[in-house]
């Protein structure tokens, strides 16, 4: 099984600020997905991304596979208080399995 | 409304108890999906299905046993439990867009065993 390493693990920052969220893997994934989680729910997916060196832009979110398809990064520009939840991303793997980081959960302060 | 459902919300036993859990999909999609995420929100795959049959089975202890009698339902039933088997359950079923298996997930089912 493929590992992914998601950065940092917590992040607390005020609204209006910008951030980045990374995931990176030594191996290659054939897709990388990003979800969003928020208290007694179950995550939602926000974007699939399958080419290497794909941008995709979610309104404020921006998110990037690398070239290798081993790393993507999700970035979010001036944060505001409804963004905060636990980001996971998720490798697809072989058949449809999918491999997923242990998760960044984000605060965003008002 | 389309989704993804699970009972029960919360479930609370005790050791050397046997629990069940159901889910029910109604998106039409075919591949169906167990997962546990721990206490350190770490989400993991169980196991999964296609259209009945099981494809996936990760490295769970055979007190787990999913069940599919559709492709619309997924449920997981969980012999003897244990204090280890605490965490929250979420069913998925997935949508195949080009090699991508994209999940939708139910609303998960806490398990507390006491």
């Known amino acids: 099984t493929q590992l992914l390493e998601q950065s940092p693990q917590f992040l607390s920052i005020q609204e209006g600020e910008n951030l980045t969220v990374y995931c990176n893997s030594s191996s290659v994934f054939s897709s990388l997905q990003w979800y969003r989680q928020e208290p007694g729910e179950g995550p939602v997916l926000l974007v699939t991304v399958v080419t290497g060196g794909e941008v995709k832009k979610l309104k404020r979110l921006t998110f990037q596979f690398g070239d290798a398809r081993k790393d993507s990064s999700l970035h979010i520009t001036a944060a505001q208080p409804g963004d905060t939840g636990l980001y996971l991303c998720a490798g697809g793997e072989y058949g449809n399995k999918l491999v997923f980081g242990a998760g960044t959960i984000l605060r965003v302060k008002s | 409304d389309t989704a993804v459902s699970q009972t029960p919300k919360y479930l609370v036993t005790q050791m050397g108890n046997d629990k069940s859990i159901k889910c029910e999909q109604n998106?039409?999609?075919?591949?169906m999906y167990w997962y546990k995420q721990d206490s350190k929100k770490f989400l993991k795959i169980m196991f999964s299905y296609n259209n009945k049959e099981l494809i996936i089975n990760e490295t769970v202890p055979n007190r787990f046993s999913p069940k599919s009698p559709d492709k619309a339902h997924l449920n997981l039933h969980i012999n003897s439990l244990e204090l280890g088997d605490s965490a929250v359950y979420f069913c998925a079923s997935s949508l195949q867009t080009g090699t991508a298996w994209e999940q939708y997930f139910g609303p998960g089912t806490r398990l507390t065993v006491t």
């Open positions: 998106l039409g999609h075919d591949t």
